[in-house]
C-alpha cells in the first residue's frame, strides 16, 4: 500500500519538478545539465513526506502543498551534487548515473546547485496557492533548516570529522544537521500547511527528528552493505573517505539495535500527535528499512 502511495507520488513529483525547470528561459548549454539534474530520479521522499504530513490534516486536496514540496526536492538536490563534489565526497555516481561534475564539470555543477537552491524559494514566493503569511513561514522554514545553522553546519562538521574518532553523541547531532533537519521540515511544513494544532506540530517535529536520524543511520549502513545498483551511488564511500558513521562509531550490530531504538522513540512521537492517518508510520518503516 505505501510503495504504491510513493509510486503515486513519484509519478506526480517528477514531471512538476521537470517542467518547473523547463519553463526557465536559460542558455541551452545550462538547460541540458538542469534538466539531467532533475530528471535523474532519486526517491522524492522529503516531498514524499511532506505531502503525507500536510495529508494527515487534509485528505482532501494537495493543491497547497505542492510548491513547497517541490521546493524541498530542489534544495534536497542541490544538496547532492554539491555533496559529491572533488572539494566534498568526491563521488562520481549518484541515483544511478555520472554526477553532474562528472557528466558536466566542476563549474556546471557548483552553479546547477546554486540554481536549484535559489530557485526553490522563487518558486514558492511566487506560488499562486499560498497566501502570503504561509510563504513566509515555508521560507523562513526551509531557509532555516537547510542553512547555515541547519543542513550547512552539519554538511561542515561531517567533513571535518573525516578522519576523527567522534563520540556517538557528535556523530548525532552531525547527522541530526546535515540529513535531519531537512526531514524535520518536510513534515513540519506539512503539519503547518494542513492546520495542524501547535501541540500537535510539535509531537510531529519530534517524529521527524527521529526520523531524520533513522534515514541517515540506514545510509550509512546501505554505504557499509547496500548494492550499487539499487542505491544508485558507490558502496564503500565512506570507508574510502574515512567518514564518521555509526557502523564505523559503534559497528553493524549497535547500529541496527540503535536505528530501531530511534524507530520506537518515533513512533511514540508519532503516537502523541494523536493523528489518525498511519501513512507517516508507513515511512517510517520505510525510511529505516530501505534498501536503495
Ligand atoms: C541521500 O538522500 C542523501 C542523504 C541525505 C542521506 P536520498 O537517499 O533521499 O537520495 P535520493 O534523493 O533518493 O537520490
Ligand atoms: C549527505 O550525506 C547529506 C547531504 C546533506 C547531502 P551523505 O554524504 O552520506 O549522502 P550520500 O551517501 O552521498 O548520498
Ligand atoms: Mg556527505
Ligand atoms: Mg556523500
Ligand atoms: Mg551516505
Redesign the pocket.
Same mark, same amino acid.
Given at each position: 500500500m505505501i510503495n504504491q502511495y510513493i509510486q503515486e507520488k513519484q509519478n506526480e513529483i517528477n514531471p512538476l519538478i521537470k517542467d518547473e525547470c523547463q519553463s526557465l528561459n536559460l542558455p541551452e548549454r545550462l538547460k541540458q545539465p538542469l534538466i539531467y539534474a532533475v530528471e535523474a530520479g532519486g526517491k522524492r521522499l522529503r516531498p514524499i513526506l511532506m505531502m503525507a504530513s500536510f495529508e494527515a490534516f487534509q485528505p482532501k486536496s494537495t493543491d497547497k502543498i505542492i510548491h513547497p514540496a517541490l521546493a524541498l526536492e530542489m534544495i534536497?538536490t542541490y544538496?547532492?551534487i554539491? *555533496? /559529491?563534489l572533488p572539494a566534498?565526497?568526491d563521488?562520481d555516481f549518484?541515483r544511478g548515473r555520472y554526477t553532474i561534475h562528472k557528466a558536466y564539470d566542476d563549474a556546471t555543477a557548483i552553479l546547477i546547485g546554486d540554481g536549484l537552491l535559489t530557485y526553490a524559494f522563487q518558486v514558492v514566493s511566487r506560488s499562486n496557492q499560498l497566501e502570503a503569511e504561509e510563504k513566509i513561514y515555508v521560507l523562513q522554514q526551509l531557509s532555516q533548516a537547510s542553512g547555515l545553522e541547519g543542513?550547512i553546519a552539519?554538511?561542515f562538521l561531517?567533513l571535518q570529522s573525516e578522519n576523527q574518532n567522534l563520540q556517538e553523541e557528535e556523530l548525532n547531532n552531525i547527522h541530526q544537521l546535515?540529513?535531519g533537519q531537512?526531514i524535520r521540515v518536510a513534515i513540519k511544513i506539512g503539519a503547518y500547511l494542513g492546520g495542524a494544532t501547535p501541540p500537535q506540530i510539535e509531537a510531529l517535529d519530534e517524529f521527524g527528528r527521529y526520523l531524520g536520524l533513522v534515514f541517515?543511520i540506514q *545510509? /550509512?549502513i546501505?554505504?557499509v552493505k547496500g548494492n550499487k545498483d539499487d542505491?544508485g551511488?558507490p558502496v564503500g564511500?565512506?570507508e574510502e573517505k574515512n567518514?564518521s558513521?555509526y557502523p564505523k562509531v559503534l559497528g553493524l550490530n549497535q547500529t541496527n539495535e540503535i536505528k530501531k531504538h530511534y524507530m520506537q522513540q518515533a513512533k511514540k512521537k508519532y503516537d502523541d500527535a494523536r493523528i489518525n492517518q498511519p501513512r507517516l508510520l508507513e515511512l517510517l518503516q520505510i525510511f529505516g528499512e530501505r534498501t536503495s
Amino acid at each position: 500500500m505505501i510503495n504504491q502511495y510513493i509510486q503515486e507520488k513519484q509519478n506526480e513529483i517528477n514531471p512538476l519538478i521537470k517542467d518547473e525547470c523547463q519553463s526557465l528561459n536559460l542558455p541551452e548549454r545550462l538547460k541540458q545539465p538542469l534538466i539531467y539534474a532533475v530528471e535523474a530520479g532519486g526517491k522524492r521522499l522529503r516531498p514524499i513526506l511532506m505531502m503525507a504530513s500536510f495529508e494527515a490534516f487534509q485528505p482532501k486536496s494537495t493543491d497547497k502543498i505542492i510548491h513547497p514540496a517541490l521546493a524541498l526536492e530542489m534544495i534536497h538536490t542541490y544538496s547532492l551534487i554539491h *555533496d /559529491d563534489l572533488p572539494a566534498m565526497d568526491d563521488d562520481d555516481f549518484r541515483r544511478g548515473r555520472y554526477t553532474i561534475h562528472k557528466a558536466y564539470d566542476d563549474a556546471t555543477a557548483i552553479l546547477i546547485g546554486d540554481g536549484l537552491l535559489t530557485y526553490a524559494f522563487q518558486v514558492v514566493s511566487r506560488s499562486n496557492q499560498l497566501e502570503a503569511e504561509e510563504k513566509i513561514y515555508v521560507l523562513q522554514q526551509l531557509s532555516q533548516a537547510s542553512g547555515l545553522e541547519g543542513m550547512i553546519a552539519g554538511q561542515f562538521l561531517d567533513l571535518q570529522s573525516e578522519n576523527q574518532n567522534l563520540q556517538e553523541e557528535e556523530l548525532n547531532n552531525i547527522h541530526q544537521l546535515k540529513t535531519g533537519q531537512l526531514i524535520r521540515v518536510a513534515i513540519k511544513i506539512g503539519a503547518y500547511l494542513g492546520g495542524a494544532t501547535p501541540p500537535q506540530i510539535e509531537a510531529l517535529d519530534e517524529f521527524g527528528r527521529y526520523l531524520g536520524l533513522v534515514f541517515q543511520i540506514q *545510509d /550509512d549502513i546501505l554505504d557499509v552493505k547496500g548494492n550499487k545498483d539499487d542505491i544508485g551511488k558507490p558502496v564503500g564511500s565512506d570507508e574510502e573517505k574515512n567518514k564518521s558513521t555509526y557502523p564505523k562509531v559503534l559497528g553493524l550490530n549497535q547500529t541496527n539495535e540503535i536505528k530501531k531504538h530511534y524507530m520506537q522513540q518515533a513512533k511514540k512521537k508519532y503516537d502523541d500527535a494523536r493523528i489518525n492517518q498511519p501513512r507517516l508510520l508507513e515511512l517510517l518503516q520505510i525510511f529505516g528499512e530501505r534498501t536503495s
